[in-house]
Structure formats: structure tokens, C-alpha cells
């Protein structure tokens, strides 16, 4: 499979602590994505982060690549009620094809 | 600069009857993908475009979905005939041609198959 499956499925935290949340792929990769995804919304992308990249910063988002472990994570520090929505990873392949797994549900609890 | 467009926004049906939706990409974006979100459920590619040629339909139903792209810009997916199942949010998006750069989402239609 090429999709990106994202670690919890379901996260509930209060307002203030940080947010951290896991992708794991299988095949290498040129770079990796972020999207969130309010409710009855479409996908907004966050963040790239390319395969020679360790770590990248983006305001309050922090994400962490780890090409020898197939893994990326995506920090949110001090979150607010607004982060509530579900984040997906994606690596997009040679034919520009994105999958999507089943995300990772934030709940921040004001 | 404009996003993706998609309309309706809400459509309801009964089973057995035809929809179609349709998707302003951003303009200059080669690329065109069409995706299905059920409940619960993460998006779905259904169908990929570079300009009006198909990249990959490989999970397009296609006994009863449909997708074109006339003249490499606009597209619509039309269902006939719609089963209960088909209920989702469908997706529309774009990106720049072989880029693996960010995709951009419109905000989707919601079917519901009654």
C-alpha cells in the first residue's frame, strides 16, 4: 500500500497541552504531507517536509521525519479549540497520486 | 488566487437515480483528482487527470461512475444509477503537473443516497 496510516486514531487533550500524532508509510518517498480537515470541510495542507529533511518548523506545528523507520510525526504545541479536525499524512508518488489514511481525530477541549 | 470549486454543495438522491458534480480546478493546475470520504473514513482516490488524459482510475467504480475533463480544465463525476452506499463526501482537488507538491481541496460535496 502506498497510503500513510496515522497513529492514535483518536486524540482528546485539554487546551494548552500539545498534540502529537504519528504517520508510518511503507515505500521511500520523495517527501511526506500534513493535511487537516474540519468537519464538513475539505483538506488543507500544513506542511511538506522532503525525504533530506529531519525536522521543520511551521508557527505551532512541529514535524519530525525518520526515513529509516518509514515515520513521521506532527507536533501541534499550546493547542486551541480551533485545532479540533482530523490530520492525514500523504506521500505523494512518480505519478503525483496522493493516499490518504484513515487520519488522526483531535479533539481540543477548551 | 481562487481555490478549487466544487458545487452543489449538498445534493440528496434516491437510489437508483443519476448525480453529477463539477470541479473548477485552480487555474494552471494540470493535475485533477477526484476522491470519495465515507464517514468516518479517510479520502478515497477515485480518479486522477493530467490535463484531459486519465492517470489512474484503478478504484473508480465503473460500472456506474463516470469522470471526464473536457479541454483540461473543469471536470465532473456523475454517478448512475447512485446505491446507498455512494453516500459520502466527494472530493475534488488539484495540484501543479508531476510536482509532488501540495494538493489543493475544494470543500466538497455531500451526497446522500436515499
Known amino acids: 500500500s502506498q497510503q500513510g496510516e496515522e497513529d492514535p486514531q483518536a486524540l482528546s487533550i485539554q487546551e494548552g497541552e500539545n498534540a502529537t500524532m504519528n504517520c508510518s508509510y511503507k515505500?521511500?518517498?520523495?517527501?511526506l504531507q500534513w493535511y487537516r480537515q474540519n468537519s464538513g470541510r475539505g483538506l488543507v495542507h500544513l506542511i511538506l517536509i522532503r525525504s533530506n529533511e529531519r525536522e521543520k518548523h511551521s508557527g505551532r506545528l512541529r514535524v519530525t521525519l525518520d526515513t529509516s523507520k518509514k515515520s513521521s510525526s506532527l507536533l501541534i504545541t499550546a493547542s486551541r479549540a480551533a485545532d479540533t479536525a482530523s490530520y492525514f499524512c500523504a506521500t505523494p508518488n512518480t505519478g503525483n497520486q496522493f493516499y490518504f489514511g484513515t487520519g488522526t481525530s483531535l479533539t481540543v477541549i477548551p | 488566487e481562487a481555490g478549487v470549486a466544487q458545487s452543489p454543495r449538498y445534493k440528496i438522491i434516491e437510489k437508483r437515480q443519476s448525480v453529477a458534480f463539477w470541479c473548477n480546478p485552480i487555474?494552471?493546475?494540470?493535475?485533477l483528482y477526484w476522491y470519495q470520504q465515507i464517514l468516518g473514513q479517510g479520502p478515497k482516490l477515485l480518479i486522477q487527470f493530467q490535463n484531459n488524459g486519465v492517470v489512474d482510475d484503478s478504484q473508480l467504480p465503473k460500472d456506474r461512475f463516470s469522470a471526464e475533463r473536457l479541454k483540461g480544465v473543469d471536470s465532473t463525476l456523475k454517478i448512475q444509477p447512485a446505491k446507498l452506499e455512494d453516500s459520502a463526501v466527494y472530493l475534488c482537488?488539484?495540484?501543479?503537473?508531476?510536482?509532488?507538491?501540495?494538493?489543493?481541496f475544494g470543500q466538497g460535496t455531500r451526497l446522500t443516497v436515499v
Open positions: 515505500t521511500s518517498i520523495n517527501n
Open positions: 482537488a488539484s495540484s501543479l503537473a508531476s510536482s509532488r507538491g501540495e494538493a489543493f
Open positions: 487555474s494552471g493546475h494540470a493535475t
